[in-house]
């Protein structure tokens, strides 16, 4: 599967406090959580993202709290995928659990700037910074990450150890 | 090959002879947590999947502590959809509001959890309850609906960390200045996915309460979790628990081997040690109390998750009796649980904080969240004995808190700044 969209940049430590503060965690509707993504670091951010965008992160992407309304909402404004240096332990599980792409490349992350143009090759492991006329690698996702990654998130793993795929 | 503790409980509950960081496995889950916040998506996510039935009711945990007392319209329908969904399934583990507290300090001191388990929280905190020897760890709401509709849940084993703590305590410095002085040194992503084993000779000297409080930080290093050595004191926790004295369960206990191997390993010396803060807004922009100077404070937060046990309740007394709080400061004090408030009350406590200008609170994570209870306004700056300083945490996103440990934070009410208690 091939990802494609322009570059929102930002820096490192980008804790879900800041992507979701507390006063909207009583929010589970997609529509709601968009208005509010990123609000305390950009309040226009959700007026800025274009469907597809995709953020290009520094270290510890995700830290902090674990709510799950901030990758939801990172979704739900319309991002594409996040690539990082680094992601924090339970942002990069609530990622995976509900289908948001992620990719960790602290060459891509380094050489990329806001605006730039990028295609990820999700299972072929490359991203292709099309502006810049550069390839990344990334690590390929372990077989059972993978796993739940087909199946569009955790639902899927569920639903078959249930019986009721 | 010798193992840690994280990597000796999750080989038990995989089934196997052991397991190596790294590994993805899927584990039983002896209880799965969540607050009314996690728990509105992990309920909205199941009903979405179709699922009517959950995989065992008495391993499901559920406690509305965040917007709790409801702060408002909104907080009072997703408690009502909890409390609901906990009728229906009949879970056992439903604590109302007034009947238990902070999901963290109620969870340990209750007996749902016992060492040696697995338990996940939907709540990055949930690392607390690894003060008592087992495995917690903070997931979001898709895992938790995961645990509760199938039992199980998948883990990557995680690298450990190793960190050791000797020398004698000089005063005023508890686990919180242990656990701050610690993520000065590996930051905030310097234990990530790893789970910190803590070792040494100075959890003599301090009770079970710094173990909770340093545990509960493990994540704001980026740790899966937050580990103890089982002893004395752990047993003497678990075994006054309300759930052990019922019901008798049986439980195990993990030691590392002499040779597991440690992706970090430290050694501290605690000897010089002075209270430390975290300034904003990040917990590891730490160092002592004594370098920040004349920083006016318009609020203080002592208790929650992190340092709402008796012992940080006695603290705080000690530090206010006869004294009062600066006439520009509030100063709000939340106990852990009812649990300890009542042995607050019985110790005389919440009369002393109120005879010194204090706030009194019922069990809240509200202010810690920014959500009620002492939210921060424009410019704001607060002393808290909570985990997290990022901006906005607890309110406006100029406000700015400062990290420290509940006798810097009782002194600094006083004072009106960040202050230390040696300045009384």
């Given at each position: ?17 800041v ?5 909207w ?23 800025k ?11 510890n ?11 939801l909402?990172?979704k ?9 240096k ?41 991203i ?26 955790l ?10 795929a | ?43 909205k996510?199941l ?14 945990c ?6 709790t ?9 997703i ?7 906990a ?30 388990q697995?338990?996940v ?16 760890t ?11 509709a ?48 803590f ?12 173990r ?15 580990i ?5 004191k ?23 081997d ?6 970090i390993e430290?050694?501290y ?5 002075e ?31 992190t ?41 005389g406590?919440p ?14 994570c ?14 704001d ?9 990022f ?34």
């Amino acid at each position: 599967m091939i990802l494609k969209g322009s570059v929102y940049k930002t820096g490192e430590n980008i804790n879900t406090d800041v992507i979701m503060p507390g006063r909207w965690c009583h929010l589970t509707d997609d529509k709601e959580l968009a208005k509010h993504c990123m609000e305390d670091l950009d309040i226009d951010f959700h007026k800025k993202i274009k469907v597809g965008d995709i953020i290009v992160a520094d270290d510890n992407f995700g830290c902090g709290s674990s709510r799950e309304v901030a990758p939801l909402s990172i979704k739900a404004v319309g991002i594409s995928a996040v690539v990082a240096k680094s992601f924090a332990r339970i942002f990069y599980r609530n990622a995976i659990n509900i289908g948001l792409p992620i990719f960790e490349s602290p060459e891509c992350a380094d050489a990329t700037e806001a605006g730039d143009r990028l295609e990820i090759d999700m299972f072929g492991g490359k991203i292709k910074n099309i502006t810049k006329g550069k390839d990344f690698a990334f690590a390929p996702f372990p077989p059972f990450m993978k796993t739940i990654i087909d199946k569009g998130g955790l639902k899927g793993w569920v639903l078959e150890k249930l019986g009721k795929a | 090959m010798g193992q840690t503790i994280a990597e000796k409980i999750i080989a038990e509950h995989a089934r196997v002879e052991c397991v190596v960081p790294g590994q993805i496995v899927t584990v039983p889950v002896d209880m799965a947590m969540a607050n009314e916040l996690s728990a509105a998506l992990s309920i909205k996510e199941l009903k979405s999947w179709g699922i009517e039935k959950l995989f065992d009711t008495n391993r499901v945990c559920l406690i509305p502590d965040h917007f709790t007392p409801n702060k408002d319209i909104n907080a009072a329908g997703i408690t009502r959809t909890v409390r609901e969904f906990a009728n229906k399934h009949d879970i056992k583990w439903y604590f109302e509001v007034g009947r238990a507290g902070i999901e963290h300090a109620v969870l340990p001191m209750e007996g749902v959890i016992l060492p040696g388990q697995i338990m996940v929280g939907g709540d990055s905190h949930s690392c607390t309850a690894g003060a008592i020897n087992c495995l917690a760890t903070g997931v979001g709401s898709t895992d938790i609906a995961c645990a509760w509709a199938t039992g199980d849940i998948w883990l990557k084993v995680p690298q450990s960390a190793k960190l050791t703590y000797s020398g004698k305590l000089p005063p005023y410095v508890y686990g919180k200045d242990l656990i701050l002085y610690a993520l000065k040194d590996l930051g905030t992503a310097g234990a990530t996915y790893m789970s910190i084993e803590f070792h040494g000779s100075v959890f003599d000297q301090l009770p079970m309460a710094d173990r909770f409080t340093m545990a509960n930080m493990a994540i704001e290093a980026g740790g899966k979790t937050g580990i103890f050595r089982f002893d004395e004191k752990t047993k003497e926790l678990v075994e006054s628990t309300p759930r052990y004295k019922a019901e008798k369960p049986s439980y195990k206990t993990y030691d590392p081997d002499p040779d597991a191997v440690y992706a970090i390993e430290r050694k501290y010396d605690v000897s010089n040690l002075e209270p430390m803060i975290a300034r904003p807004f990040s917990p590891d922009l730490v160092g002592p109390v004594s370098e920040i100077k004349n920083v006016k404070i318009d609020q203080v937060v002592i208790g929650t998750c992190t340092n709402g046990w008796l012992d940080d309740m006695i603290r705080a007394a000690e530090i206010l009796k006869g004294r009062k709080v600066h006439r520009d400061v509030k100063a709000i004090i939340i106990p852990g649980s009812q649990k300890i408030a009542r042995q607050a009350f019985d110790l005389g406590l919440p009369q002393i904080f109120i005879d010194a200008g204090c706030v009194f609170s019922t069990s809240t994570c509200g202010p810690c969240i920014g959500g009620h209870m002492g939210v921060l306004g424009e410019n704001d700056v607060c002393v808290s004995t909570t985990n997290r300083n990022f901006k906005g945490r607890m309110g406006h996103i100029t406000s700015r808190v400062y990290l420290a440990n509940t006798s810097v934070a009782a002194a600094s009410a006083v004072l009106g700044r960040v202050g230390s208690p040696v300045e009384l």
